[in-house]
């Protein structure tokens, strides 16, 4: 019913910048705050910014500064541009986004499937 589809990842070396893409689809009434969260074999999936539908943007102290979130709620489309990328940034990266669906009365998160981005010389 609904999809989120990740797009963007990839390799890239310290220093550079990528921009991932996450598009919502499906049977959607409306759609509230939506983020990247990014997790490592082994470790727990963590935030690393989230943005409201009015456009406040929170990040996580690991990434402030260096990556910018944004959204456009038109195209259901949230963005993250990520910039002076480091080693530790390699994670496999997640959108997620809270919907109320169509004729629905409550709000669920849905997540997409996930984009790897490695970052290594």
């Known amino acids: 019913q609904v999809q989120l589809v990740e797009s963007g990842g990839g390799l890239v070396q310290p220093g550079g910048s990528l921009r991932l893409s996450c598009a919502v689809s499906?049977?959607?009434?409306?759609?509230?705050?939506m983020g990247w969260y990014r997790q490592v074999p082994g470790k727990q999936r963590e935030l690393v910014a989230t943005?409201?539908?009015?456009?406040?943007?929170n990040y996580a102290d690991s990434v402030r500064g260096r990556f910018t979130i944004s959204r456009d709620n038109a195209k259901k489309t949230v963005y993250l541009q990520m910039d002076s990328l480091k080693p530790e940034d390699t994670a496999v990266y997640y959108c997620n986004a809270w919907i109320r669906l169509l004729l629905g009365r409550t709000w669920s998160g849905y997540w997409g499937q996930g984009t790897q981005v490695t970052v290594s010389s």
């Open positions: 499906g049977s959607i009434s409306s759609i509230n705050d």
């Open positions: 943005i409201t539908s009015g456009g406040r943007a």
